[in-house]
């Protein structure tokens, strides 16, 4: 027979959305049992994610700049890739930051199960232990569901090729493919292409649609792919044919205006989205909501329909991010301890780290207008930047900002630059505490550096009403 745990709290899934909430659960005094079926705690972000492919971006960092400061009159030899180190490095990185997240779990007595859990009924799940043979039945009176995603899988690729990859296997970096497919312009492609043609892939990224990441504004995007041109083989507006594996590597067939000829490549990467996993944890022996995609509907308190069961995450929805899955993981918390908390941000960020970064804030120019807001733009191009030119990074950069022309109010906010993702940060704060152009633009920021772009865009749109004619 299965054995039995009593908690307050269940939270089925240990990614950042599900440490974040058990965390919080304990904190707030609450008795909480952590159901992970893997080894390690820290889902997908930490594992197979944001963090190990930040390592490798640093890696591809490094050597972009060293290729970059012969403008400048300094000359390195070619680098030599030690692909082991490369990936002893990665790996050092996870799992200092998984052994972390153990020592926090222990630290505050929660009690973590490792295995698989699937609903019996809306008070119970049953453990399937990853090691052991072994059951655990955990009644619960409270449960957060944090079962996250997955890369998506289609039927029209032989997944099941050792040279077909998804996002972990680019992470493992076992080899550098001589010719690499990148099927999808979004965020993952995009940075895992950065890393390989760096490691010296030549890379093609093929883009059903005419332009990379998908609800970016135009102008944002276009500074990202002139900057890119020579690092990759874009492909827009073309699809695949089909992906055929052959002994001598995938051959791949193309359709759509620009088609190419058919191609061989040594891998292909699928980075054509992630699916969540709603339809495989036993919700069918509740009355909680899930859509045939497997995304479950929550209210702004992250409460499901069953009202004991709540859901965050990637597994509900709105922008797959582990920064978005935290703060709702925090709001579920304190829901069920009793607070009145409720996931009603003013802006989620986004960021692609890739060369340059992107990072985008509140509105995009594209939902200004959907919204009917009466908006203006402001924009600093970064060849006006002291620091950008000093820093041989002015070639590519645009600090975009988006105001309501009827309150000054900034509304929307977009950076294409070096560093990008780490100048997000004022327009973020600018957007929560509702900042309007006077406030941005009166903000005395430091020179020379890449934020003054911020309060450079500000004043053109803050000059522009009030000491203009
Ligand atoms: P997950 O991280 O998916 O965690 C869910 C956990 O639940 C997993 O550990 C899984 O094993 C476990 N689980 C699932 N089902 C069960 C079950 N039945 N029983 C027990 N356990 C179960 N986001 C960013 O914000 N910044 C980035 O830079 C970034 N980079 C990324 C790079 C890559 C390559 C990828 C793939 C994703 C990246 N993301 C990034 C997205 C980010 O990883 C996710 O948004 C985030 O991990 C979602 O957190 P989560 O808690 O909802 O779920």
Same mark, same amino acid.
């Given at each position: 027979?299965?054995?039995?745990?009593?908690?307050?709290?269940?939270?089925?899934?240990?990614?950042?959305?599900?440490y974040?909430?058990?965390?919080?659960?304990?904190?707030?005094?609450?008795?909480?049992?952590?159901?992970?079926?893997?080894? &390690?705690?820290?889902g997908?972000?930490?594992?197979?994610?944001?963090?190990?492919?930040?390592?490798?971006?640093?890696?591809?960092?490094?050597? *972009?700049?060293?290729?970059?400061?012969?403008?400048?009159?300094?000359?390195?030899?070619?680098?030599?890739?030690?692909?082991?180190?490369?990936?002893?490095?990665?790996?050092?990185?996870?799992?200092?930051?998984?052994?972390?997240?153990?020592?926090?779990?222990?630290?505050?007595?929660?009690?973590?199960?490792?295995? +698989?859990?699937?609903?019996?009924d809306?008070?119970?799940? /049953?453990?399937?232990?990853?090691k052991?043979?072994?059951?655990?039945v955990?009644?619960?009176?409270?449960?957060?569901?944090?079962?996250?995603?997955?890369?998506?899988?289609?039927?029209?690729?032989?997944?099941?090729?050792?040279?077909?990859?998804?996002?972990?296997?680019?992470?493992?970096?076992?080899?550098?493919?001589?010719?690499?497919?990148?099927?999808?312009?979004?965020?993952?492609?995009?940075?895992?292409? &950065?890393?390989?043609?760096?490691?010296?892939s030549?890379?093609?990224?093929?883009?059903?649609?005419?332009?990379?990441?998908?609800?970016?504004?135009?102008?944002?995007?276009?500074?990202? +792919?002139?900057?890119?041109?020579?690092?990759?083989?874009?492909?827009?507006? &073309?699809?695949?044919?089909? /992906?055929?594996?052959?002994?001598?590597?995938?051959?791949?067939?193309?359709?759509?205006?620009?088609?190419?000829?058919?191609?061989?490549?040594?891998?292909?990467?699928?980075?054509?989205?992630?699916?969540?996993?709603?339809?495989?944890?036993?919700?069918?022996?509740t009355?909680?909501?899930?859509?045939?995609?497997?995304?479950?509907?929550?209210?702004?308190?992250?409460?499901?329909?069953?009202p004991?069961?709540?859901?965050?995450?990637?597994?509900v929805?709105?922008?797959?991010?582990?920064?978005?899955?935290?703060? *709702?993981?925090?709001?579920?918390?304190?829901?069920i301890?009793?607070?009145?908390?409720?996931?009603?941000p003013?802006?989620?960020?986004?960021?692609?780290?890739t060369f340059?970064?992107?990072?985008?804030?509140?509105?995009?120019?594209?939902?200004?207008?959907?919204?009917?807001?009466?908006?203006?733009?402001?924009?600093?191009?970064?060849?006006?930047?002291?620091?950008?030119?000093?820093?041989?990074?002015s070639g590519?950069?645009?600090?975009?900002?988006?105001?309501?022309?009827?309150?000054?109010?900034?509304?929307?906010?977009?950076?294409?630059?070096?560093?990008?993702?780490?100048?997000?940060?004022?327009?973020?704060?600018?957007?929560?505490?509702?900042?309007?152009?006077?406030?941005?633009?009166?903000t005395?920021?430091?020179?020379?550096?890449?934020?003054?772009?911020?309060?450079?865009?500000?004043?053109?749109?803050?000059?522009?009403?009030?000491?203009?004619?």
């Amino acid at each position: 027979g299965a054995g039995e745990v009593k908690g307050q709290v269940l939270v089925i899934g240990a990614g950042p959305g599900g440490y974040s909430a058990a965390f919080r659960c304990a904190d707030l005094g609450l008795q909480t049992v952590l159901v992970e079926r893997h080894d &390690t705690l820290g889902g997908v972000c930490l594992n197979v994610g944001c963090i190990p492919s930040k390592a490798l971006l640093h890696v591809a960092k490094v050597i *972009e700049e060293a290729e970059h400061i012969s403008h400048a009159g300094i000359k390195f030899a070619k680098p030599e890739i030690d692909l082991k180190g490369v990936a002893d490095y990665k790996s050092g990185v996870v799992k200092r930051l998984t052994d972390g997240l153990s020592g926090m779990a222990r630290m505050r007595n929660i009690t973590v199960i490792q295995g +698989t859990a699937s609903f019996i009924d809306e008070h119970s799940v /049953i453990v399937n232990h990853t090691k052991e043979d072994k059951k655990t039945v955990v009644k619960f009176d409270n449960c957060i569901i944090a079962a996250g995603s997955q890369s998506s899988k289609m039927p029209f690729i032989p997944h099941e090729d050792p040279r077909i990859w998804d996002s972990t296997n680019a992470l493992e970096v076992k080899e550098v493919p001589k010719k690499m497919l990148i099927m999808g312009g979004g965020i993952i492609g995009l940075e895992m292409g &950065t890393v390989y043609q760096k490691l010296g892939s030549q890379v093609d990224v093929v883009i059903r649609g005419p332009q990379v990441m998908t609800g970016t504004d135009k102008d944002i995007v276009k500074v990202y +792919t002139k900057a890119n041109e020579q690092r990759f083989n874009f492909m827009f507006k &073309t699809q695949t044919q089909a /992906i055929i594996p052959k002994e001598e590597g995938i051959y791949v067939e193309f359709k759509g205006d620009n088609a190419p000829e058919p191609k061989t490549y040594d891998v292909v990467l699928v980075a054509m989205g992630r699916s969540p996993n709603g339809l495989k944890i036993g919700l069918e022996n509740t009355n909680v909501e899930v859509d045939d995609k497997g995304f479950i509907s929550v209210d702004n308190q992250m409460r499901t329909k069953v009202p004991h069961i709540f859901a965050i995450g990637d597994i509900v929805g709105g922008p797959m991010l582990a920064h978005k899955a935290v703060h *709702e993981g925090h709001v579920a918390a304190e829901v069920i301890a009793g607070h009145k908390a409720y996931f009603e941000p003013k802006q989620i960020p986004g960021i692609a780290y890739t060369f340059p970064e992107i990072a985008t804030a509140g509105l995009s120019e594209i939902e200004a207008k959907e919204a009917g807001i009466n908006y203006e733009v402001a924009s600093f191009p970064w060849s006006a930047s002291g620091r950008a030119i000093a820093s041989d990074v002015s070639g590519a950069g645009l600090t975009k900002l988006i105001f309501d022309k009827d309150t000054d109010q900034l509304i929307g906010g977009a950076i294409v630059g070096d560093n990008a993702g780490e100048l997000l940060g004022e327009i973020s704060l600018a957007l929560e505490m509702d900042c309007d152009a006077e406030d941005i633009a009166l903000t005395i920021h430091a020179h020379p550096t890449l934020h003054e772009s911020v309060g450079m865009a500000a004043e053109i749109f803050h000059g522009s009403i009030t000491d203009m004619p």
